[in-house]
């Protein structure tokens, strides 16, 4: 598929939790990870999801947020996901972070150059990929 998005997750869905409005969907990955979406019910309607379909998780690098040291605090944030730092690409004001989680899928994150300094991100670093549920699209073939 061609999208904008830099981040696909080819997955299979592992549960579909139904509520009053919106819908939680758990992919799983080939890696063992697991990312969470929450969509509305029309959603899983229109794209037939159920337990066992086959999907790709769409998540856009500005969405993703680093994160070197929870100092204590936990996030509400559903997809947290743990790797290393693989590419610090510097831009003229962002930069682009490279993370592979342990499972072998990548991560793609749009952070400042600032951001990049503050963490002291560089190669080889481990770092979480921070995203919220309602920052995923699914995509199915159609």
Same mark, same amino acid.
């Given at each position: 598929?061609?999208?904008?998005?830099?981040?696909?997750? @080819?997955?299979?869905?592992?549960?579909?939790?139904?509520?009053?409005?919106?819908?939680?969907?758990?992919?799983?990955?080939?890696?063992?990870?697991?990312?969470?979406?929450?969509?509305? /019910?029309?959603?899983?309607?229109?794209?037939?999801?159920?337990?066992?379909? /086959?999907?790709?998780?769409?998540? /856009?690098? @500005?969405?993703?947020?680093?994160?070197?040291?929870?100092?204590?605090?936990?996030?509400?944030?559903?997809?947290?996901? @743990?790797?290393?730092?693989?590419?610090?690409? @510097?831009?003229?004001?962002?930069?682009?972070?490279?993370?592979?989680?342990?499972?072998?899928?990548?991560?793609?994150?749009?952070?400042?150059?600032?951001?990049?300094?503050?963490?002291?991100?560089?190669?080889?670093?481990?770092?979480?990929?921070?995203?919220?549920?309602?920052?995923?699209?699914?995509?199915?073939?159609?």
């Amino acid at each position: 598929m061609k999208t904008s998005a830099r981040n696909q997750f @080819p997955g299979t869905i592992k549960a579909v939790h139904i509520g009053a409005v919106n819908a939680e969907i758990e992919i799983g990955l080939s890696g063992g990870e697991t990312i969470i979406s929450s969509i509305t /019910k029309d959603s899983v309607e229109n794209l037939g999801l159920a337990e066992g379909k /086959k999907v790709i998780a769409l998540v /856009k690098a @500005p969405q993703i947020i680093l994160v070197t040291d929870f100092g204590g605090y936990k996030l509400s944030a559903r997809n947290q996901l @743990p790797g290393e730092v693989t590419l610090v690409k @510097p831009g003229a004001v962002n930069a682009e972070v490279d993370i592979q989680l342990k499972g072998g899928d990548l991560v793609a994150a749009t952070v400042t150059n600032d951001s990049v300094e503050n963490l002291g991100l560089k190669k080889g670093q481990a770092v979480t990929a921070v995203f919220k549920a309602g920052a995923v699209i699914l995509a199915v073939a159609g």
